[in-house]
């Protein structure tokens, strides 16, 4: 069990330097490791970080069956946390091949998870992936109105990178909708936030605010 958490955290260290392919190779080592020792929670740990090494190489469609091998293991552990972590995944590959309603579902149903056991990172986390869908989609107004439930849920909980990513998006939808003051103070709220965590994104966005 060890040899296999320990070959789980090399993949996740390769995966985040960039380097995928080696990721996918220690993944799939553990995944091995931990199927033969009938370990379902750690198989289905493997399993979704073999999908998010796949999502980074572009191979969505691998990325999907990892994802849904993962969803199914979860939920036959009654392991919520791990479920809605699977579907926000799964949600945002549907959503990489163009697939929106059944994106929106996955998000919709992490949304659920998230709210049955109180789960705030959670709940902001699918409230932000709805905002993008039905931004995607063209329902501006949606978008703003969960967009706004995120930034509220954020606020709560202290989660600062998820309220300026809030403020951020709400940005871009009132300047696309046209209300340039609204979305101007939206986006002064984001870069004060941004700055105070020292996100890199603060001069980017207040650049395009100044244009």
Do not use: W
């Amino acid at each position: 069990d060890v040899c296999s958490s320990d070959l789980g955290n090399l993949g996740t260290a390769y995966s985040s330097l960039g380097d995928q392919r080696r990721a996918i190779e220690s993944h799939q080592q553990a995944l091995s490791i931990a199927r033969e020792m009938g370990d379902r929670r750690r198989e289905s740990t493997d399993l979704g970080n073999l999908g998010v090494a796949y999502a980074r190489l572009g191979e969505t469609k691998l990325a999907i069956d990892h994802y849904e091998q993962q969803l199914s293991i979860t939920r036959d552990l009654g392991d919520h946390y791990g479920e809605g972590r699977a579907l926000n995944n799964l949600g945002s590959a549907y959503a990489e091949l163009g697939e929106i309603d059944r994106a929106m579902t996955c998000f919709q149903e992490r949304l659920d998870i998230a709210r049955q056991i109180g789960d705030g990172r959670g709940q902001a986390s699918a409230l932000m992936n709805l905002g993008l869908t039905n931004a995607e989609m063209g329902d501006r107004a949606g978008a703003i109105m969960v967009y706004e439930e995120a930034l509220s849920i954020a606020q709560a909980i202290g989660d600062r990178q998820t309220e300026a990513n809030s403020e951020l998006n709400m940005t871009r939808c009132l300047k696309a909708a046209g209300d340039l003051p609204l979305a101007m103070a939206h986006g002064e709220a984001a870069v004060k936030l941004f700055e105070q965590i020292n996100d890199p994104k603060a001069r980017r966005v207040r650049s395009q605010l100044e244009e």
